[in-house]
């Protein structure tokens, strides 16, 4: 190990900016181990366009070995399983064991799948490489008549957007049976004005709604909802709320009740100094802020900025996320929905503009070769 090492576990949007900045100003006497199962990590904007088929696999993911190999940094291709604490190590999926002086947070959350049967009967929307498999045999098995009903469980913002782009696509792939979409949710966490529009977009499509009652079990013929109604499905997706990986807390991090790593206005946990954190795997201690990418990346320049210090013995800045974000959400086609408190407004010129502002952040990410 040299004089300083930083672990960062997870290859997610605060990690990428960190590898970003490490890479265009290097810190003297400080190397960096990145450890990740995927060697492409997928764009959060940027994957209801790649269900839809507007866009490919390599535009929407970034390529974290071009980005490690620039900020000097070594890839261990594999998943942090446990951190032993005391020693200050990562224990990956093959036993491996990687020291650090200093560990940084961003392996993201995965869909609620508690519910019995969840983990038989459906794939959820993460971890996405699994997801995305998933839903290339589906959609093959669409095109071959074999599918007559895809339920998406959960009814935020990333399971409307999900559900909307497998229809936009199964629409253009003509199959001979065009399968029955259905959305199945408690609540929706959905600003009202945001609510109503994708609604609407709900309703064109022909989505069939079950809305006001949540999945309690799964099995092979669907989906049952409390209060005793069974929806019947042959393919069921979760995008259920986020849940946190169970290592986290098990390794003794200060957690909050849901098991997200607890970080102060450092972004570092207030049990571990050493241990820092961002994505929708920490949580901010009094500053809750809806899970999603564009807090991720915001988080990116403060936590490189306060791991160069943590590294370097320089001072620690402060972060304070904004209230609230625009939120951009696609609707299938070519289309989305902008929201911003009660502010909404949508059309294919706000597709445009999400676009834009996707595709300029793709690329600062990507290296020449
Ligand atoms: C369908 C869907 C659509 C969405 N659309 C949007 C959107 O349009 N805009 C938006 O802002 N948000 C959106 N979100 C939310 C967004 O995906 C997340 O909030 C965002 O990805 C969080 O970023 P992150 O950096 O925390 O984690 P992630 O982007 O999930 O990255 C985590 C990384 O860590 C890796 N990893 C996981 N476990 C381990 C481990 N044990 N060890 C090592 N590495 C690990 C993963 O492989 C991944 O590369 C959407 C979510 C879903 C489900």
């Known amino acids: 190990m ?3 090492t930083i672990m960062l576990a997870g290859g997610g949007h605060a990690h990428v900016e960190v590898l970003r ?9 400080v190397s960096i181990v990145l450890v990740s199962p995927d060697r492409f990590t997928p764009y959060s904007g940027m994957l209801p366009g790649l269900v839809a088929g507007h866009y490919a696999h390599d535009e929407a993911h970034i390529d974290l070995d071009p980005l490690a190999r620039l900020a000097g940094g070594r ?3 594999d998943r942090v399983v446990g951190l032993d604490l005391a020693r200050r190590e990562a224990l990956t999926g093959s036993g491996e064991r990687v020291g650090f002086d200093i560990a940084s947070l961003d392996v993201g959350s995965a869909p609620d799948m508690h519910f019995p049967g969840a983990r038989e009967h459906a794939t959820g929307v993460k971890p996405v490489d699994a997801f995305l498999a998933r839903w290339t045999e589906v959609r093959a098995a669409a095109i071959a008549g074999r599918v007559g009903r895809i339920v998406v469980v959960g009814g935020g913002a990333g399971g409307v957007e999900v559900l909307l782009a497998m229809h936009h696509r199964l629409v ?4 001979p049976r065009m399968p029955r979409l259905v959305l199945v949710s408690d609540r929706s966490n959905l600003p009202a004005a945001a609510g109503r529009a994708l609604l609407a977009r709900l309703v064109a499509a022909g989505v069939e709604t079950h809305l006001g009652r949540g999945a309690e079990r799964f099995d092979a013929d669907g989906v049952h909802l409390e209060g005793g109604a069974r929806v019947a499905a042959d393919i069921v ?5 986020a849940t946190a990986a169970p290592w986290l807390a098990a390794a003794g991090l200060a957690c909050d009740p849901r098991g997200f ?9 207030p049990s571990h100094p050493f241990v820092f954190g961002a994505g929708d795997c920490v949580s901010q201690d009094g500053r809750s802020r809806p899970r999603s990418g564009v807090y991720a990346v915001r988080q990116g320049p403060p936590l490189a900025a306060n791991l160069r210090a943590a590294a370097t013995g320089g001072a620690l800045a402060r972060y304070v996320p904004q209230e609230r974000a625009l939120a ?3 609707t299938g086609g070519k289309h989305a929905v902008a929201v911003r408190g009660r502010l909404c407004v949508a059309g294919r010129w706000v597709w445009r503009w999400k676009d834009c502002i996707d595709r300029r952040f793709m690329r600062r990410y990507r290296v020449d070769a």
Request: aromatic share 6%; proline share 11%; glycine share 6%.
């Open 2 to 4: 040299s004089a300083r």
């Open 328 to 330: 951009l959400i696609s």
């Open 261 to 269: 790593v607890r970080v102060d206005d450092n972004l570092r946990s």
């Open 21 to 29: 900045r490490f890479g265009a100003s290097p810190a003297p006497g």
């Open 237 to 241: 997706f979760c995008a259920t709320p």
């Open 75 to 77: 890839v261990v291709r």
């Open 172 to 175: 253009r792939d003509d199959p």
